[in-house]
């Protein structure tokens, strides 16, 4: 995004200590908070890592921050975990439609929709970019100042992705042509007809993948496969690539998702064979993080606002 995640940040800051809440963590938020926006994320860090006994909104808020700092790092996979956590500890909050809750949920929203448009998960960000703009905008009516920098970001960013995703399906569609005058050609049998066609339908799936269009991908990377058996049975460099987007599509299906981790598995040897050591490792972070993968803040909207009147 164009618009980083800076904005958003300020209004997280509790501006008042709540009964049975601690006033040394909210200060220790706030300056923790000050750090970031300064660019000082170690600091920020350092701060947090001593925050002990936070309960409530107060754990949820310093989740948050922790996911800030984490998506700061560009520790994706990390961040990711801090914002289910904080989530979770919304979810169980006593408290609900305060401002503080609809200030930690809407910036916990934005910063996962920031996350999964730097994955080129785009049609996530821009679901989840939608949630977060209803809150900000229920905020910004209730203080002008302290939200509507928010909104604005959150407003921004949906622009741009969209104009990513625009400019996604006009390279898509270059493709399609391609693919079609590739497929007229395949019928005469020849080895550089196919691989053309293959590198063509691969190059399709690869756009849906990143546009989030799991089982479009899941169907391209299919064909491709199939296409390229044509050639060769083996598995060399380039059926392991292919194979290894199919398995990150499939387990971002949740009916699909055992079939995409045992694909991905089967694939390990192979990579060990061709010593591919990015794609081995690349494999083992896929497999890692597949549970995380079925995580969907839309799931969660009922869950926060299932209380609040």
């Not at 200030?103 to 910063?111: K, N, P, Q, V």
């Not at 400019?167 to 007229?184: D, R, S």
């Amino acid at each position: 995004m164009k618009i980083s995640i800076l904005n958003t940040i300020g209004p997280v800051a509790s501006a008042t200590t709540d009964a049975g809440t601690s006033p040394a963590i909210d200060s220790q938020c706030r300056e923790a908070i000050e750090l970031l926006k300064s660019g000082n994320t170690s600091g920020a860090k350092a701060i947090i890592d001593n925050i002990h006994d936070a309960k409530g909104i107060q754990l949820a808020r310093k989740q948050l921050l922790e996911m800030w700092i984490n998506t700061c790092d560009e520790d994706y996979d990390t961040a990711t975990v801090n914002g289910i956590g904080t989530l979770h500890t919304l979810v169980a909050a006593k408290q609900r439609n305060n401002v503080d809750f609809l200030s930690l949920a809407a910036t916990t929203i934005y910063i996962f929709a920031f996350i999964h448009y730097k994955n080129g998960e785009n049609k996530k960000a821009g679901k989840e970019l939608e949630k977060a703009q209803k809150l900000y905008e229920r905020l910004a009516k209730k203080d002008s100042d302290r939200f509507t920098p928010a909104l604005m970001a959150a407003v921004e960013a949906s622009t741009e992705i969209f104009k990513s995703k625009l400019k996604k399906m006009n390279i898509l569609a270059h493709y399609q042509v391609a693919t079609e005058l590739y497929e007229g050609k395949v019928s005469a049998g020849t080895t550089e007809a196919i691989d053309s066609l293959v590198d063509s339908i691969t190059a399709e799936g690869d756009i849906h993948l990143k546009m989030g269009n799991y089982r479009d991908a899941v169907r391209f990377y299919t064909k491709a496969l199939r296409y390229r058996k044509r050639i060769s049975m083996s598995t060399g460099p380039k059926e392991l690539r292919i194979s290894i987007n199919l398995g990150n599509a499939l387990i971002h299906l949740s009916n699909r998702r055992e079939a995409g981790e045992q694909l991905l598995r089967s694939m390990l040897p192979a990579a060990n064979k061709l010593e591919a050591t990015a794609e081995i490792e690349e494999i083992n972070k896929l497999l890692e993080s597949s549970d995380q993968t079925t995580f969907d803040i839309i799931s969660f909207w009922k869950k926060l606002f299932s209380k609040s009147s």
